[in-house]
């Protein structure tokens, strides 16, 4: 587990690790292929009792380094996640997956100290329709805000973290893009918008 300097939450926790979406801008894929040589999905059982450890109360995002809701993450791996969430119930996990319909499976495992979202790069209906039909707290990483979100309706979501795509060759974020966002709590990653 790791003090994080992203500005939404206070730790990051990787129970898991490995993606296979392939995202031309994915920071993990690198940082991964960089310390290990791969990015398949892997589980770490011995990471389980970290979140128990903390004292202070804390946000913990869970699976920065992998997307747990994934079609190819084991079932399995996913309940003993979902199991230590609700073992702590002094600590908010926040749950960041580009399969949000997976949420559906496992919803009777939800409990209040858990976030949930999905990330939006582009306008997706049936991505944002999927968060929407889950209990709990919903919202969505506009991260990175790759196009206009103008089209979307955002009712029922209680988030929106909008960011920008950084490093060699990024993409820029346009003004524009940024104010298609209509929504009463937004919070701009590294200073987006002041």
Partial sequence: MNKTKIEWTDYTWNPITGCKHNCSYCYARKIAMRFYGHFDP???PERLGEP???KKPSK???CSMADLFGDWVDKEWIIKVLKVARQ???HIFQFLTKNPKRYKE???LFTDNMHFGTT???VNQARLSDLKNIKGYKFISFEPLLADMSALDLSGIDLCIVGQMTGQGATKTKQEW???IKHPNIFYKNNLKS
């Fill in 52 to 54: 128990s450890k903390l």
């Fill in 120 to 122: 939006l790069d582009y």
């Fill in 88 to 90: 702590n119930p002094q």
């Fill in 106 to 108: 496992f919803e009777y």
């Fill in 42 to 44: 892997t589980e770490h």
């Fill in 60 to 62: 913990i995002f869970v």
């Fill in 178 to 180: 940024i104010d298609s």
